[in-house]
């Protein structure tokens, strides 16, 4: 179990930003649009609901990246990714541990890995 590095990481969040930022925009046009929460609520649920169902979000897959449970290499539990995902929402993951993994992933119990 090989961990991603920090580029390939940012580069999928980038990615995921983008597209939600995309839908976001086509969704909501004038108010709701820019500056408000629509791309992060977006956001949330995109990637709450394919790193649960597929072990990754959009921009993870793409990168052909994978989130895994930390001890056990398995399949991280959707509460796990829900609370890892809402304190990437949080801009959390700007905070390492020893290991390189950001406080999302640690308190996840998670680690985002080549797959």
Request: hydrophobic residues 50%; positive net charge; proline residues 3%.
């Amino acid at each position: 179990m090989k961990q991603a590095g920090l580029g390939r990481r940012f580069v999928a969040l980038t990615l995921d930003w983008a597209m939600c930022s995309i839908v976001s925009g086509f969704v909501w046009v004038g108010s709701l649009g820019q500056g408000s929460f629509a791309p992060l609520s977006i956001f949330f649920i995109e990637v709450s609901v394919l790193t649960s169902l597929m072990q990754a979000s959009a921009g993870q897959r793409i990168l052909k990246l994978k989130v895994v449970d930390f001890q056990t290499g398995g399949v991280v539990k959707p509460l796990r990714i829900l609370l890892r995902t809402f304190l990437i929402c949080l801009v959390i993951p700007a905070i390492f541990t020893k290991d390189g993994r950001g406080l999302h992933d640690h308190f996840a119990h998670s680690v985002v890995v080549k797959g």
